[in-house]
């Protein structure tokens, strides 16, 4: 007698690897990708992580987070007969039937080391860490490689007139892959900037949270320490009913 | 190659399905369905893959012996070591550091900081990574971090919530320590300049998270732990701490004597090896989400794999809560190319609302992750109102528009930037239709167990964040994990450094624990077919593993 599936296997079944679970003969739709100038034959719809993995490469590098937070996997493509040089996310990007794709490794950048406590919430000031901001010649190449879409060359002309809010701003989404860094003419290090200047908005540029300020007094001074051993000492018992007990807040 | 068409991202047959719940979404605006009692809770737990049977078994050897954990964990510490004890020649010291720190996340990043601040120098000091630094869950936390410090809140109240959040298990001493230096812990944030979400007024930005009564979740958009962690790193940086990256721990060395002495490292790329000496180490390595545990998708970075915990017990640490797995209701079911990864629970804080296949609202939308995560199962395999993608997956909708509906347009794009962006990036358009969604693999609730101090059971061994085992009980709320490595990152950090300043002169080095432990392993009958820790997932296709020889 054939037994019935549990729920968790029936779970497992549908939750399948869209790499290591397929067979090939169950792929109905196939695309054509070139990986570092080799062809492959993947799946359509994978990501060009996913399908590299399926032609059979194991990351050591340009693989992190796998969900578009890291920045570990930048990837520059082609297609077959166009000039457009496209700027993506491997684990982010669908793969298209004649892309030629390389994955870039981290460039060596310079970061300008600094004491935040000891800084000047000036206009001047990422100037002075970082001179090359100077050399921007406005090319806009910078904006055109951002796989988070943002715009690098606006907050670049932003720093470089000392305004920490709109680079901070501007720059927030930045998940820091490099390759504005990389393609820069001029050679500057956009996301260390962006990061210089999000330090100083976020320190200098905000008013302080008085809430915040009068917890860490009232910690300070002990208000919640007998309260404390009454909880430490409490049973499973009088925690759970205190537990049900609790208040939630409106809305 | 015909392709599957599509119409603003989805096939067809989902397109009509979504128009279902278009019509029912006015009424379901201003309704919610009631959070469960206790007994109904605990009915749809049943059906919980942490609770469902077959998923776990006992331990069969080491200080845990008898207790049960996921039989994917359990193969891991049921397995031989990567290296026998003749091939490593530990005589030739390569880094001798005060403190090693295993781990560069959030925990092990702050743990650094935290010990150089307690006068420990920085180049007394050595943060070691699998990938780069950074590569770990902290970056991808998107929902926030919780502290109490609104007027009508208190840490006693966090406190309650996380309580009952983690089944009454946590371990007091150590969840007080969480709750009472959380308002500290987004005070040191301000001060190395985090960008947290604020009010015009200086105030921060505070909204629900699941199981909590209290607003207190503070966010950073939805980049919230990409931006605590890249300030702490820019700030590490500063102080010139030196890191290796691409160098996982493959071991931990002992004295013989049970106190913990350094690690073996191994280089990813050459694959030699190279021996750190430290009076302690920090193990700051993470969960196992990599582990795909039951089967389930993860939202898990690339080198979540269980190594830290494997390396502990095998040094004699023991574990607490190590069987308990948190699976989050909403890992993305579609489309295909990013299952598994992770829709934050500040959606539905902000009022997105889990809906099934009849446009019907049929969950308390905050329900503790567990609770939520079961009812998503019962409503696609019991009740069958589930929502089949192409791949054969079945989901839940996730009802975004909502979010826009009643915090006005432009919400999403302003509070949810990454979300949208992702969506985006596959035709779909979260403001205007909703997501699919089902429970994926999310957070190792316990691991090795862990004191207010951070110390493990074991002399110089300290663990931070993820790792640790003690501080969530049974389940993890929203909110706590980024604080836990913050809070526990600085204590360990700081306590380690004590430590160091009055331990003697480091002892011998040996790997005489894991000779032993392999010995144990034979005794118990178990075959040398396994070997730990994995390190990284193997997700190369059948086809292309079938073909592949040795010959380099």
């Known amino acids: 007698m054939k037994e019935k599936k549990s729920i968790m296997d029936r779970i497992a079944e549908s939750n399948k690897s869209v790499t290591t679970g397929i067979d090939e003969k169950d792929i109905k739709h196939w695309v054509k990708i070139h990986v570092m100038g080799k062809a492959y034959k993947v799946p359509a719809g994978l990501t060009i992580m996913q399908a590299m993995e399926f032609a059979g490469y194991r990351f050591i590098r340009s693989a992190g987070c796998r969900a578009g937070f890291c920045g570990a996997c930048a990837t520059i493509y082609r297609k077959a007969g166009e000039y457009k040089l496209h700027a993506v996310m491997a684990c982010q990007t669908r793969v298209e039937d004649g892309m030629f794709l390389v994955q870039i490794p981290f460039a060596p950048a310079d970061k300008a080391i600094y004491d935040i406590n000891q800084q000047k919430y000036h206009v001047g000031t990422l100037l002075k860490y970082y001179p090359e901001l100077a050399r921007c010649v406005s090319c806009n190449t910078c904006t055109k490689s951002c796989p988070q879409d943002l715009e690098v060359m606006d907050y670049i002309q932003d720093a470089i007139k000392g305004d920490f809010k709109a680079v901070a701003q501007e720059s927030f989404d930045c998940i820091q892959c490099g390759l504005c860094a990389v393609r820069c003419p001029a050679e500057i290090v956009q996301y260390h900037i962006a990061q210089l200047a999000r330090r100083m908005f976020g320190r200098y540029g905000c008013q302080e949270p008085e809430h915040l300020n009068t917890r860490l007094k009232e910690i300070e001074k002990g208000k919640y320490d007998d309260a404390w051993d009454k909880f430490l000492k409490a049973n499973i018992k009088e925690l759970e009913k205190m537990y049900a007990a609790r208040e939630r807040e409106p809305d | ?552």
Request: glycine share 10%; charged share 25%; with cysteine.
């Open chain 2, 1 to 552: 190659m015909s392709e599957v068409k599509y119409i603003k991202g989805y096939p067809e047959y989902m397109r009509e399905l979504i128009d279902v719940v278009n019509k029912t979404r006015i009424k379901r605006k201003d309704y919610s369905p009631p959070a469960m009692s206790k007994e109904e809770r605990q009915d749809v737990l049943k059906l919980h893959p942490d609770y469902a049977p077959g998923g776990k078994r006992k331990i069969s050897i080491g200080q845990n012996k008898g207790d049960i954990g996921p039989n994917e964990v359990v193969d891991l510490l049921e397995a031989y070591p990567l290296v026998e004890d003749e091939e490593i020649d530990l005589s030739a010291v390569d880094y001798d550091a005060e403190i090693l720190i295993i781990g560069g996340g959030l925990a092990g990043t702050s743990a650094a900081i935290w010990a150089n601040n307690q006068g420990v120098p920085a180049e007394k000091i050595l943060l070691v990574n699998k990938l780069r630094h950074g590569d770990a869950n902290s970056i991808m936390a998107e929902g926030g971090t919780q502290a109490a410090d609104r007027p009508n809140d208190s840490p006693l109240i966090h406190y309650l919530d996380a309580m009952g959040g983690g089944h009454f298990a946590n371990k007091p001493e150590v969840l007080k320590a969480l709750v009472e230096d959380a308002p500290y812990i987004m005070h040191w944030l301000l001060d190395l300049g985090a960008m947290i979400d604020r009010e015009e007024n200086g105030e921060f930005t505070e909204k629900w998270g699941g199981g909590t009564c209290r607003r207190r979740m503070h966010a950073c958009r939805d980049y919230t732990g990409l931006e605590e962690f890249r300030v702490i790193r820019d700030e590490f940086r500063n102080r010139k701490i030196p890191s290796l990256e691409f160098f996982p721990a493959i071991e931990l060395l002992t004295d013989g004597e049970g106190r913990v002495t350094g690690a073996v490292l191994c280089n990813l790329e050459t694959s030699e090896y190279e021996i750190v000496k430290a009076k302690a180490t920090i193990l700051a390595t993470g969960g196992f989400g990599r582990l795909h545990i039951r089967g389930f998708p993860t939202t898990n970075h690339y080198g979540a794999t269980c190594d830290g915990v494997v390396l502990a017990y095998r040094a004699g640490a023991k574990l607490k809560d190590a069987d308990t797995v948190q699976y989050h209701p909403t890992g993305a079911a579609f489309p295909p190319q990013i299952i598994g990864l992770l829709l934050t629970e500040k959606l539905r804080s902000m009022g997105a609302q889990p809906v099934n296949k009849d446009g019907e609202a049929f969950v308390f939308p905050l329900e503790p992750r567990d609770v939520e995560a079961a009812s998503f199962i019962r409503e696609c395999y019991v009740r069958n109102k589930g929502v089949p993608t192409p791949t054969g997956m079945i989901g839940i909708w996730l009802d975004t528009p909502l979010i826009e509906m009643k915090n006005g347009e432009g919400t999403i794009e302003k509070a949810f930037p990454g979300m949208k962006r992702m969506f985006e990036r596959f035709d779909i358009d979260m403001r205007k239709d909703p997501v699919l969604v089902f429970p994926t693999l999310h957070y190792q609730n316990g691991g090795v167990e862990t004191d207010p101090e951070g110390r493990s059971t074991v002399e110089g061994l300290f663990v931070a964040g993820e790792i640790s085992g003690g501080v969530h009980g049974k389940n993890r709320l929203m909110g706590n994990s980024t604080l836990d490595c913050m809070v526990f990152g600085r204590i360990s950090g700081i306590y380690a450094a004590e430590y160091v300043k009055k331990a003697k002169r480091k002892g011998k080095s040996s790997l005489e624990h894991v000779k032993k432990y392999a010995n144990m392993l034979q005794e118990a009958g178990i075959k040398p077919e396994r070997k730990a820790p994995i390190l990284l997932p193997d997700y190369r296709g059948k086809a292309a593993l079938a073909r592949m020889i040795d010959v380099f």
